[in-house]
């Protein structure tokens, strides 16, 4: 059902999936990009798919990482990834029963708001199950890019499952070829309040 739709936009977890895991990392030297992220990203950019990072950072929650630990990962992400259009952060953890944390949906809700793009029109990518499950919950297309933490059964659950982030880009950019493009009319009904959705 989701082929040949253009994506309002492309939703990246980070952890596992942008960078390599490293639990509650608040240290910028220890961030490692995932094999084709570099890559995967420009295509994205040169097509105008605008790409946000969807992530939960239940370290700040635990006091495990300062919100200033872990801006800088961020910043370091940036740095070697180049800007996202946007950042939709969970800091909670399962104990405060937010709305964010995924598998909630509001984290994929609340990036495609800023993008002005219904959730319906964007692509997860994620390594776990829950970044599927928001992503389901949200109504957007998930793609799972398993690691070798990733559990096998939420890999036979996944919607779609790609090799790697050039593997999603593949998939997304082909997808794209046939699509209609987005009207002109974007920039100016946003800046009157209006949503194009
Ligand atoms: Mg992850
Ligand atoms: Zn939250």
Not at 9 to 16: E, K, P, Y
Not at 74 to 103: M, Q, S
Not at 110 to 127: F, I, K, Q, T
Not at 160 to 168: I, N, P
């Amino acid at each position: 059902m989701y082929e040949r739709r253009r994506p309002g936009a492309v939703l990246f977890d980070r952890d596992g999936t942008l960078i390599r895991d490293v639990p509650y990392n608040g240290d910028p030297d220890r961030v490692e990009l995932m094999p084709g992220a570099a890559e995967a990203l420009a295509r994205l950019r040169r097509a105008d798919v605008p790409v946000a990072v969807v992530t939960n950072q239940s370290g700040v929650a635990k006091g495990l990482i300062s919100p200033d630990d872990m801006d800088q990962v961020n910043a370091r992400v940036e740095e070697l990834l180049g800007p996202f259009d946007a950042w939709a952060i969970c800091v909670h953890d399962d104990v405060d029963g937010c709305t964010c944390r995924k598998p909630a949906p509001g984290l994929v809700i609340r990036a495609a708001a800023v993008l002005d793009v219904s959730p319906r029109d964007c692509v997860v990518v994620g390594d776990i199950g829950r970044d599927m499950e928001a992503a389901r919950a949200a109504g957007a297309r998930g793609i799972l890019v398993p690691t070798e933490v990733t559990r096998p059964e939420e890999v036979e659950q996944a919607p779609e499952v790609a090799a790697d982030l050039t593997d999603v880009a593949d998939r997304v950019l082909n997808d794209l070829e046939a699509a209609t493009p987005v009207g002109a009319g974007a920039r100016w009904s946003r800046a009157m309040g209006w949503s194009r959705w």
